[in-house]
């Protein structure tokens, strides 16, 4: 619902997109950019209408400010007025209006719920809502407030939780040796592995996320004592144990863990999760296109975090003092020809490859980052689960100029981990020859497997180009994308600018595909 204008996701011309269940964007006035807001907001100008006065907010108050000159709206209890920010708003008026006078806190978090609004609208305060505090059952918050005390050992199970649930919850327990602390998760999860797992430990906090699902287990403490920055992180995949393993800086008993963070021993939906992010250094930046680079970000030392395929960081910097945050998929560093992992892709290191707009604050931001500059990168996030690809007998991937990204990952696992794939074929779709990312060794990897096909389409070519040309089309798709077999398993992935992604699955409904046979990557 909210959003940053347009300079700090995906311009209208983009094409890099990340997760499914994107929205139209609409054309802004001029003097209507993410700077000119930045400026509103930083001119002194009284943007909620109370004099600087913050209130508290009835439900019934709310509801009387529900019209595009009179717009306020509640997130997560926090009310602001957004009229101002109504021409500002890349989704549009009508977008901020589904919740105008209304709390819309699930629409927000349906849409981009990682957007810093409270850095984004912090002028447009208007206070919080008033609620009725309930007391919580003595016996609860007995056992809440025992668990804040100290950490020393397993916690007690959460007494509102029914048995079943119980059941299904994540536990943990810790020990430790002279020099080491363990720290045991036990999931409950028969296929757990290493993407699944998220392992932060800066200045004395660890924090530790199991992913299940569309659900997140956290432990999230204050470690009693100092430790080094070296975390190990080991996964019994079958039997879902997962143990964090700290060296003590001094080799002294720990009478406790340390002390339990809010959101400590939770197991809650993903989607209430609050992004998490860590700050990551920049090691190199190399040219791939006139305009687009490949930036390798090294995690920290103490960090586990392996981004699964089809899945995207959110990258985040403070920009004329307000944070702003956009959204990349990671890539390999290269497309590896002998189909094995390539040296440098061991998991410390993040590879996102971006274009570079010479009007686009943020990107020109990151543009500037010297070697050895940090940058916020988020937890992954997404919903394209590698199942799709593993019972799949022919791949198609459709992608429009930076679209490529979340096809790169997922091409070197269709060819390297999917045997019964007969078909993989790229139809890569850009204005110029000098657009084309990685030609050549998508030209090289097409030689080497015979499976894999790439097909290279350009809208603005030179008249030496004897390639195809044209936009997407119902006819280009017919002419490339064809089952294998009548009844072959067919998966389609789809990315780039929105009307092309829009187009393109039409299209293929139109040729008879199926919604389960198309996955799109979109913003």
Request: glycine share 6%.
């Amino acid at each position: 619902m909210l959003n940053v204008p347009p300079q700090a996701f995906p311009a209208p011309s983009s094409q890099q997109r990340v997760a499914a269940g994107g929205r139209a964007k609409v054309p802004l006035k001029p003097g209507r950019s993410l700077m000119d807001w930045i400026r509103l907001t930083k001119s002194g100008r009284d943007l909620t209408g109370l004099k600087g006065r913050l209130i508290e907010v009835t439900e019934d108050e709310l509801a009387k400010h529900n019209k595009k000159e009179d717009c306020w709206i509640c997130i997560r209890g926090f009310v602001y007025n957004v009229t101002p920010y109504m021409e500002y708003h890349p989704g549009g008026e009508d977008e901020l209006m589904k919740a105008a006078g209304a709390d819309g806190t699930d629409l927000f978090d349906q849409v981009h719920r990682w957007v810093n609004y409270e850095s984004m609208l912090k002028e447009c305060l208007v206070g919080r809502m008033a609620v009725k505090p309930i007391a919580a059952p003595k016996e609860i918050s007995s056992t809440l407030s025992e668990e804040k005390k100290q950490l020393n050992g397993m916690l007690p199970e959460k007494k509102v939780l029914g048995a079943s649930a119980r059941d299904l919850t994540p536990s943990y327990d810790w020990f430790q040796t002279d020099s080491l602390i363990t720290i045991v998760i036990y999931t409950k999860q028969k296929d757990m592995n290493a993407e699944l797992v998220i392992v932060d430990c800066q200045d004395k906090r660890l924090r530790g996320e199991i992913i299940v699902d569309d659900h997140s287990y956290l432990v999230e403490v204050d470690l009693d004592h100092a430790v080094q920055e070296d975390v190990a992180v080991n996964i019994a995949e079958k039997v879902g144990k997962v143990e964090i393993i700290l060296k003590k800086k001094d080799n002294i008993h720990w009478k406790m863990l340390g002390q339990a963070l809010e959101s400590h021993n939770t197991f809650i939906k993903r989607t209430e999760r609050g992004l998490f992010y860590r700050k990551c250094r920049l090691v190199s930046k190399t040219e791939v296109t006139h305009d687009t680079k490949l930036l390798c970000l090294m995690l920290p030392r103490s960090t586990h975090l392996c981004v699964p395929i089809g899945q995207h960081v959110y990258l985040k910097q403070t920009i004329a003092g307000t944070e702003v945050v956009k959204p990349y998929t990671p890539v390999l560093p290269f497309l590896p020809l002998d189909f094995k992992e390539p040296p440098r892709h061991d998991g410390a290191h993040v590879y996102l490859m971006i274009k570079i707009y010479s009007c686009g604050l943020f990107t020109q931001a990151l543009d500037h980052l010297q070697i050895g500059d940090y940058i916020s990168v988020s937890n992954p996030e997404g919903n394209f689960k590698k199942s799709q690809v593993q019972t799949s007998e022919d791949l198609f991937l459709l992608a429009a100029g930076t679209g490529f990204t979340p096809m790169v990952k997922l091409l070197n696992f269709a060819l390297t981990e999917v045997g019964c794939l007969r078909t993989v074929k790229l139809i890569f779709f850009n204005k110029t020859e000098d657009d084309i990312l990685w030609r050549n060794q998508l030209e090289q990897l097409a030689l080497k497997d015979e499976r894999f096909e790439v097909q290279f389409i350009l809208s603005q070519p030179t008249k030496d180009w004897v390639g195809k040309q044209g936009k997407i089309s119902s006819s280009l798709l017919s002419e490339f994308v064809k089952r294998s077999r009548k009844d072959s398993k067919v998966l389609i992935c789809i990315c780039g600018p929105t009307p092309f992604t829009e187009q393109g699955v039409q299209y293929l409904k139109d040729l008879g595909y199926s919604q389960e046979e198309i996955h799109t990557f979109t913003a």
